[in-house]
């Protein structure tokens, strides 16, 4: 990336702010304003691919020219089911009763736009989330706290008091909403490489052993 090339991070969201910058990037932040509805009979995979290249494309059309525009989008599956953001405290409750002692998924599709050349590369993970058998007072005590009502499936994996998942082995920080090792492969085909050891610092931010960060590195995941 040219010095005169500027990396906007297309979201409004604290933690992919604060994980980006793991990285040592220089960036700015744009908020995108899309309709995050899911078309009917669209599967996971497609919703929030459709939804990152949305809010990416957003931000590019009132970008400066040169810029890389990074977007994203989350979200919890269970059985194929999308999980949104609970609306309110019986939503919260009903959709961690479900997820409780059982595994579901969480994808995050990224997408990169650069506004010079009109390229797009886009990429997806998706991470297994075993959730540990926490108690209904341990819901009710969460949902008091107010953290379940901007995160989709009514949850954050990072949350000290309620650490809802246990023995996770796939990628944590794609499940606090941006999975950097598959970032930064996708920023290098546009030659924006990171300032900083993206799998050092992320591992010591998120307290995690990741055990697949050298194979997303190498695509073979």
Same mark, same amino acid.
């Given at each position: 990336?040219?010095?005169?090339? !500027?990396?906007?991070? $297309?979201?409004?969201? =604290?933690?992919?702010?604060?994980?980006?910058?793991?990285?040592?990037?220089?960036?700015?932040?744009?908020?995108?304003?899309?309709?995050?509805?899911?078309? &009917?009979? !669209?599967?996971?995979?497609?919703?929030?691919?459709?939804?990152?290249?949305?809010?990416?494309?957003?931000?590019?059309? $009132? $970008? =400066?020219?040169?810029?890389?525009?990074?977007?994203?989008?989350?979200?919890?599956?269970?059985?194929?089911?999308?999980?949104?953001?609970?609306?309110?405290?019986?939503?919260?409750?009903?959709?961690?009763?479900?997820?409780?002692?059982?595994?579901?998924?969480?994808?995050?599709?990224?997408?990169?736009?650069?506004?010079?050349?009109?390229?797009?590369?886009?990429?997806?993970?998706?991470?297994?989330?075993?959730?540990?058998?926490?108690?209904?007072?341990?819901?009710?005590?969460?949902?008091?706290?107010?953290?379940?009502?901007?995160?989709?499936?009514?949850?954050?994996?990072?949350?000290?008091?309620?650490?809802?998942?246990?023995?996770?082995?796939?990628?944590?920080?794609?499940?606090?909403?941006?999975?950097?090792?598959?970032?930064?492969?996708?920023?290098?085909?546009?030659?924006?490489?990171?300032?900083?050891?993206i799998p050092e610092n992320?591992?010591?931010?998120?307290?995690?052993?990741? &055990?697949?960060?050298?194979?997303?590195?190498?695509?073979?995941?």
């Amino acid at each position: 990336m040219g010095k005169d090339t !500027e990396l906007i991070l $297309a979201s409004a969201s =604290p933690r992919r702010r604060e994980l980006i910058a793991l990285g040592g990037w220089k960036f700015t932040v744009q908020t995108a304003e899309i309709d995050e509805t899911p078309l &009917p009979g !669209e599967n996971p995979s497609d919703y929030v691919l459709r939804l990152a290249v949305g809010k990416a494309q957003a931000v590019a059309a $009132a $970008a =400066p020219n040169p810029a890389v525009i990074v977007a994203a989008d989350t979200t919890v599956v269970d059985q194929d089911e999308i999980l949104g953001k609970p609306a309110d405290e019986a939503e919260a409750r009903a959709m961690l009763e479900r997820l409780r002692g059982r595994t579901h998924q969480v994808y995050t599709a990224l997408t990169a736009v650069h506004t010079g050349n009109n390229l797009i590369f886009a990429d997806q993970a998706c991470t297994d989330v075993p959730m540990r058998a926490y108690t209904d007072e341990e819901i009710q005590t969460y949902i008091d706290s107010g953290d379940p009502f901007d995160k989709a499936g009514g949850y954050a994996i990072q949350h000290a008091g309620f650490h809802p998942a246990e023995n996770l082995s796939g990628c944590f920080a794609n499940v606090v909403g941006l999975p950097l090792c598959h970032l930064t492969r996708t920023l290098s085909k546009l030659g924006i490489q990171p300032e900083a050891d993206i799998p050092e610092n992320c591992q010591r931010t998120l307290a995690y052993d990741c &055990p697949i960060f050298a194979q997303v590195l190498q695509g073979e995941r």
